[in-house]
């Protein structure tokens, strides 16, 4: 009896070490946003222990990090929203961006430039000067959809996946750039929802249109289609990859009515 139950509890742990094992690997995902950057003075030396705080005053997110030797520093697997960041360093004023967007499966480069002076004193970075619109993070192709855009432009029944054929080179039908309609990988936070049992309905299989679950114009925040040279962390398909993030919700009441 007593071997018997050492035999289950030893079953226990190690189904519970392997859920572990592959909780953690979700962060490694698709559905996330990343922001890097380097810290530097006006003469454009390197500011090296620099203490960076990101946060989104939104949902209370935060997340502290501080420049390594190089005046760089990184924030990894974060979710995809708007951001203030915030950076401070001894003998500097501190620095502040408050509306930094963070898009989904694409990484951002912030670089901030500080001024001699108190740490009390405030400079706010002005973000026109920053924002760039060419991706010269990685050489993946592919179109952002922000909450206006998903919410102002006309959809059948509300369904996001309408709005996946205004990304140039995808159709109607799922082919995307030439590409076969079975090759789209589609996530929903990070979560595979492709439909493969779709086939005997429309005769295809996991099209950029099919979805297990159904995407409402309400419930997503933003959407990423990279339609070529997609990165290792977004999916295991050839062809397209089409991430959908959810809203994460706020600390204020909001609600809608039809």
Do not use: H, W
């Not at 990988?185 to 249109?209: A, E, K, M, P, Y």
């Not at 990279?226 to 999916?235: I, S, V, Y």
């Amino acid at each position: 009896m007593v071997s018997i139950l050492r035999k289950n509890y030893s079953l226990l742990l190690a189904t519970l070490l392997i859920c572990f094992l592959l909780i953690g690997g979700v962060s490694a995902q698709s559905g996330v946003s990343s922001i890097r950057g380097t810290v530097t003075d006006q003469n454009g030396a390197i500011v090296a222990g620099a203490t960076l705080k990101l946060s989104n005053p939104a949902t209370g997110f935060s997340r502290t990090t501080v420049t390594d030797n190089d005046g760089k520093y990184s924030f990894p697997s974060i979710p995809a929203a708007t951001y203030k960041l915030e950076v401070t360093a001894s003998n500097f004023k501190t620095s502040v961006r408050s509306d930094f967007a963070a898009s989904v499966d694409s990484t951002a480069e912030l670089n901030f430039s500080l001024q001699p002076g108190d740490v009390s004193a405030v400079v706010n970075v002005n973000s026109s000067s920053i924002e760039s619109i060419v991706n010269t993070q990685d050489a993946s192709i592919g179109n952002n959809f922000v909450p206006k855009q998903i919410v102002d432009l006309p959809t059948n029944l509300r369904r996001v996946n309408d709005l996946l054929t205004l990304q140039p080179g995808v159709t109607r039908e799922g082919y995307v750039n030439g590409g076969r309609s079975d090759q789209a990988n589609i996530t929903l936070d990070g979560v595979d929802i492709n439909d493969q049992q779709d086939g005997g309905r429309s005769g295809q299989f996991s099209t950029s249109q099919n979805s297990v679950l159904r995407a409402t114009t309400e419930s997503v925040e933003e959407f990423r289609i990279t339609t070529t040279n997609a990165n290792a962390n977004q999916g295991r398909s050839s062809g397209a990859q089409i991430s959908l993030v959810t809203k994460s919700g706020t600390n204020e009441f909001k609600c809608s009515a039809f």
